[in-house]
């Protein structure tokens, strides 16, 4: 043991210390490089670069952000967090042109960009972003007009409706790939609580062939026309609109009072290809009116809403290619009259499905699973069996609302 009692940090392999130095956050990395040579050299190391988070230092600037980009980014970054400056006093600009051909450069790897309360009205067009990226996070920004436009004069919007993705389509045809923004390669987008969102900026996603996940939440200016108009249908030209869209999100939980656009209505247009769905908030109740036509769905989640289990039973009954319907914090009304599968003789298919699990005892292969042992109402797993049998049921927080009277 007393060999050990003169040891410091230097007599540990470079590996651990790398190992130690990543459960540090960013400004304390930078602190930690001043402290000798030998630190210098392993905070610059790439394996701690990878997945940088900057939305918990207070204060970053344009010039902190060069700063980390000249001494300590480059190859081995994935993924980066950035806050910035809209909710600040001070203002000014945060995001600069320069800076982000400058990252692309020097980070040809990046494929995750996360940007929270920034201000990128100042930018011209999407295009500028790294090509490199999959997926793009923007939470609380604000957003240019014509930020996901071809080129940063954006036709008008009666003209894109359906021109936009065949122009698109033909330029990659022929060769023109390099010039075309389709080279990004952007597959998730995920707007959280961006207002500045319209139907004029879902319109120009529909030359994005690589978008399989799109996520809106909060968007409140998205009008069920917008979706419609942006559906994956079948055209003159092939399917037109987010034909490679398999997932899709919407959510309205916001303020309260605002009058609301069902922007979920649009989802009857049908949506060819769409095999994942997430409602949540008050868009679930026009969202499942409208479900029933989205024939190619397989999974589809609710969350943050009210239901009834008679709503429920009659949005799902046309889904037969549903192979997974989640709960997430879902508040189920009482039962005012017994429940009715359509079509399925009511109580007395209930009675048929119960002497069917006495007499055969564990059918989880055959029939509804429910992974959650906490199954607020067992009817309803009952009356989904029936419509569904191939489809597992998932309850996570799941309530019963308490009638008074």
């Given at each position: 043991m007393d060999e050990f009692k003169d040891s410091n940090l230097d007599y540990f392999p470079e590996n651990i210390l790398i190992d130690v130095l990543s459960y540090l956050s960013v400004r304390e990395l930078v602190r930690a490089g001043r402290v000798c040579k030998r630190w210098k050299r392993l905070v610059k190391d790439q394996r701690l670069w990878r997945h940088v988070d900057l939305t918990a230092w207070k204060g970053v600037t344009?010039?902190?952000?060069?700063?980390?980009?000249?001494?300590?980014?480059?190859?081995?970054?994935r993924s980066i967090r950035l806050r910035g400056l809209l909710l600040s006093a001070r203002g000014g600009t945060f995001l600069s042109e320069s800076w982000l051909k400058a990252?692309?450069?020097?980070?040809?790897?990046?494929?995750?960009?996360?940007?929270?309360?920034?201000?990128?009205?100042?930018?011209?067009?999407y295009q500028i972003l790294p090509p490199s990226l999959k997926v793009l996070e923007l939470h609380g920004c604000e957003l240019p007009r014509e930020f996901f436009s071809l080129t940063p004069a954006s036709p008008a919007p009666s003209q894109a409706t359906s021109s936009v993705g065949a122009q698109q389509q033909r330029k990659d045809k022929k060769g023109k790939g390099p010039s075309s923004p389709s080279v990004i390669g952007i597959e998730r987008l995920v707007l959280n609580n961006v207002p500045s969102f319209t139907d004029q900026h879902l319109l120009s996603l529909t030359s994005w062939e690589r978008l399989s996940r799109l996520e809106l939440k909060?968007?409140?200016?998205?009008?069920?026309?917008?979706?419609?108009?942006?559906?994956?249908?079948?055209?003159?030209?092939?399917?037109?609109?987010?034909?490679?869209l398999k997932f899709l999100e919407i959510g309205i939980t916001g303020r309260q009072g605002y009058q609301l656009q069902m922007a979920s209505l649009g989802l009857g247009a049908g949506w060819?290809?769409?095999?994942?769905?997430?409602?949540?908030?008050?868009?679930?109740?026009?969202?499942?009116?409208?479900?029933?036509?989205?024939?190619?769905?397989k999974c589809l989640c609710l969350w943050a809403c009210?239901?009834?289990?008679?709503?429920?039973?009659?949005?799902?009954?046309?889904?037969?290619?549903?192979?997974?319907?989640?709960?997430?914090?879902?508040?189920?009304?009482?039962?005012?009259?017994?429940?009715?599968?359509?079509?399925?003789?009511?109580?007395?298919?209930?009675?048929?499905?119960?002497?069917?699990?006495?007499?055969?005892?564990?059918?989880?292969?055959?029939?509804?699973?429910?992974?959650?042992?906490?199954?607020?109402?067992?009817?309803?797993?009952?009356?989904?069996?029936?419509?569904?049998?191939?489809?597992?049921?998932?309850?996570?927080?799941?309530?019963?609302?308490?009638?008074?009277?």
């Open positions: 344009s010039r902190i952000l060069w700063l980390l980009l000249r001494q300590y980014l480059g190859c081995g970054l990252l692309s450069t020097k980070c040809p790897r990046l494929s995750k960009l996360y940007l929270l309360h920034a201000d990128l009205r100042s930018l011209p067009t909060d968007t409140f200016r998205v009008t069920a026309n917008g979706l419609r108009s942006c559906a994956a249908k079948d055209g003159a030209c092939g399917v037109e609109g987010l034909s490679g060819l290809g769409l095999e994942e769905l997430s409602l949540g908030g008050k868009e679930v109740g026009p969202g499942l009116l409208c479900a029933s036509r989205l024939k190619d769905l009210t239901l009834s289990e008679m709503q429920i039973v009659r949005s799902c009954r046309m889904l037969r290619g549903l192979r997974q319907l989640e709960f997430l914090n879902v508040v189920f009304q009482p039962r005012q009259c017994p429940p009715m599968a359509e079509g399925e003789g009511g109580a007395g298919a209930e009675e048929e499905q119960d002497n069917e699990e006495a007499a055969g005892g564990d059918n989880s292969n055959d029939e509804n699973k429910v992974l959650d042992t906490n199954d607020p109402i067992p009817s309803l797993r009952r009356a989904l069996a029936a419509l569904l049998p191939s489809c597992t049921l998932v309850f996570t927080n799941c309530t019963v609302q308490i009638n008074t009277d």
